[in-house]
T-cell receptor, first 112, second 112 residues
């Protein structure tokens, strides 16, 4: 298996632009997680899905952030409009029934 | 250099010595714990896990110890190698729900 695949690896965008991050979980995994990592706050859970259904989005910073999982093999995290304070590394992870949590390589987002 | 933010505790260890990394977790109801290793520019990589019905688990060169009484987790790395230099995170999963909550991390520097 190729593991959790995220794209793009790096994204530089101007403040106010829409940003979409993509994730392909490991085939057969039923949970998908979006995390954000910053120097200030460490690794924070933003939202997670079970069988494509959002379960807990309490970590989503504000309404500018939204996440979708239209099918078992794809999820997106969208920021609209983006702000400089959104600059961080965003990780996607997947697991099977609460075990085997595997992370992708992350998307480094820079908002200028 | 680093800006103001999370101050990661740092463990400096001589190559060939054993390393012990400690973690205090917060939720007494957590039933599953994972240690991750994160190298610069990469996503967290699974090292070893342990369930709350165990107090010790061994892998290749690594041992995880769990003390539920004081909510403490440790990772022991035997014969530390230069490739072990990284940031190490503990993560806990609560009994309700399947989200992982991460600790702040410990940086391990292996001196040749």
């Amino acid at each position: 298996d190729a593991g959790v695949i995220q794209s793009p690896r790096h994204e530089v965008t101007e403040m106010g632009q829409e940003v979409t991050l993509r994730c392909k979980p490991i085939s057969g995994h039923d949970y998908l997680f979006w995390y954000r990592q910053t120097m200030m706050r460490g690794l924070e859970l933003l939202i997670y899905f079970n069988n494509n259904v959002p379960i807990d989005d309490s970590g989503m910073p504000e309404d500018r952030f939204s996440a979708k999982m239209p099918n078992a093999s794809f999820s997106t995290l969208k920021i609209q409009p983006s702000e400089p304070r959104d600059s961080a590394v965003y990780f996607c992870a997947s697991s099977y029934q609460g075990t085997g949590y595997t992370f992708g390589s992350g998307t480094r987002l820079t908002v200028v | 250099g680093e800006s103001v933010g999370l101050h990661l505790p740092t463990l400096s260890v001589q190559e060939g010595d054993n390393s012990i990394i400690n973690c205090a977790y917060s939720n007494s109801a957590s039933d599953y714990f994972i240690w991750y290793k994160q190298e610069s520019g990469k996503g967290p990589q699974f090292i070893i896990d342990i369930r709350s019905n165990m107090d010790k688990r061994q892998g290749q060169r690594v041992t995880v110890l769990l003390n539920k009484t004081v909510k403490h987790l440790s990772l022991q790395i035997a014969a530390t190698q230069p490739g072990d230099s990284a940031v190490y995170f503990c993560a806990e999963k609560g009994a309700a729900g399947n989200k992982l909550t991460f600790g702040g991390g410990t940086r391990v520097l292996v001196k040749p």
